[in-house]
């Protein structure tokens, strides 16, 4: 079944539907997403302003990464909740929403450039721990990191403008990159 | 009052951001890239407050600390937040969200630079610091929620 079977599957599904029509449940989904920035993106900027060693300068590295790792997380697990229960009330034009896309990408490389960061620099932290000024390469994830948010935030904002929506005449390359094509049927 | 909400809407700077397709909503995007550090900077404290987050740290580091990265955010979440509300002043003035976030920050706004402030710098853990930790929490969580929802259509 290919991805844009499954969501239309998915669009189809009572529950779906109940979401998608509902007043209320929609409006608090999407409030908990939008104010969960506040928990999750806040605590994770701090965590990569200290990085950057723009902030908590005087904590060590590890205490902050401790300290916020729960907030982090938690503000993480609200986002992917409250994230798939939108994306679960309208699956096709979401899965088809450039900037749903864009958002999507963003999220996997700011995995990614956590990932790498936590694989080179777990056996040299030691070293720099206690720097108010960590070296470069710890400073360059920790600015990767805050720009990959401020992109995630912004291209999630532009999800709700659907100027490339494929049900619209679009220039060739926009139906390709939001796959458009393969709804021609 | 009404006149002025009115006079913000049709402000020449106003209708050219509204003529754009893109300025509108990269404003939005900008906010809540605001609303993050805000997040983040009030967070420091008040869970500082509360014993959790950077409780080995004194309560004044992280209140100092803190305190820079609120007034950036201020700084970023104050324009653009009255460039929202100038293109849509007079739907905002007939919208109770509106009022209920204006009277949340200003409390918010009053309660971090006075009470809030005294007390992080005093960095005494107690019940009254647990107390104005849940105060501030409140006040600034319900700026976001109503500030949700003024933008709801």
Partial sequence: MSLLRFCEWLGATPGSIALHNSLYAYLIVSTVHVVTIALFAGTAAMLDLRLLGAALRDVPLSEVAARLRPWIVTGFLLMLVSGGLLFYANPVPRYQNLFFRTKMLLLVLAGLNALAFQRQTGRSLAAWDLGTRPPTRVRIAGGVALALLAGIILSGRMIAYDWFDCRRPQPAFVSVLAGCVADAR | ?153
């Fill in chain 2, 1 to 153: 009052m009404l006149s002025f909400f009115e006079w913000c809407q049709q402000a020449g700077l106003i209708v050219a951001m509204r003529r754009s397709l893109w300025l509108f909503p990269v404003i939005e995007g900008v906010h809540l890239m605001g609303l993050a550090l805000i997040g983040g900077a009030v967070l420091m404290v008040d869970l500082r407050l509360l014993g959790l987050g950077l409780r080995n740290q004194p309560v004044s580091t992280v209140a100092r600390d803190a305190q820079r990265w609120l007034m950036v955010s201020l700084a970023v979440m104050l324009p653009t937040g009255f460039l929202l509300f100038m293109a849509s002043a007079v739907k905002c003035y007939y919208l109770p969200a509106f009022w209920v976030k204006m009277a949340a920050l200003a409390a918010a706004l009053a309660f971090t630079f006075t009470i809030r402030r005294r007390v992080a710098a005093a960095g005494l853990a107690s019940n009254s610091a647990r107390t104005v930790a849940l105060v501030s929490l409140l006040l600034w969580g319900t700026v976001a929620v109503a500030g949700r929802l003024v933008g709801f259509p």
